[in-house]
Nanobody, 125 residues
Framework: QVQLVESGGGSVQAGGSLRLSCPAS????????VGWFRQAPGKEREGVAT???????AYAASVKGRFTISQDKNKNTLYLQMDSLKPEDTAMYYC???????????????????WGQGTQVTVSS
């Protein structure tokens, strides 16, 4: 069983930065793809970014160039550096993991096996 616990959320003004963290037990035991999703009130959960065992990354078009996903395999921790934040980035952010490589369908939330409880990010204008 993989347990994911997000931290680092908060409230910032537009243009600011936040760094989310997600330490995971048994992070690499049988996990090939990890990533971040987000869900705003009244909207569907959407993929933000993923990274696999080979450090191959994928980003949503809306965050590319502003967000950076990374992982520390020694610390079993996933990160999401968020810069130039916009009000439309406001959402609950979830850490997730799956037992397959990310692939072209990385943004489909139904393909993931494990989820954290989420951390709230609020960006004010």
């Amino acid at each position: 069983q993989v347990q994911l616990v997000e931290s680092g959320g908060g409230s910032v003004q537009a243009g600011g930065s936040l760094r989310l963290s997600c330490p995971a037990s048994a992070y690499r035991a049988h996990i090939y793809c990890v990533g971040w999703f987000r869900q705003a009130p009244g909207k569907e959960r959407e993929g933000v970014a993923t990274i696999d065992r080979l450090d191959s990354t994928a980003y949503a078009a809306s965050v590319k160039g502003r967000f950076t996903i990374s992982q520390d395999k020694n610390k079993n921790t996933l990160y999401l550096q968020m810069d130039s934040l916009k009000p439309e980035d406001t959402a609950m952010y979830y850490c997730t993991a799956r037992r397959l490589y990310c692939g072209d369908n990385w943004s489909n939330s139904s393909n993931y096996n494990y989820w954290g409880q989420g951390t709230q990010v609020t960006v004010s204008s």
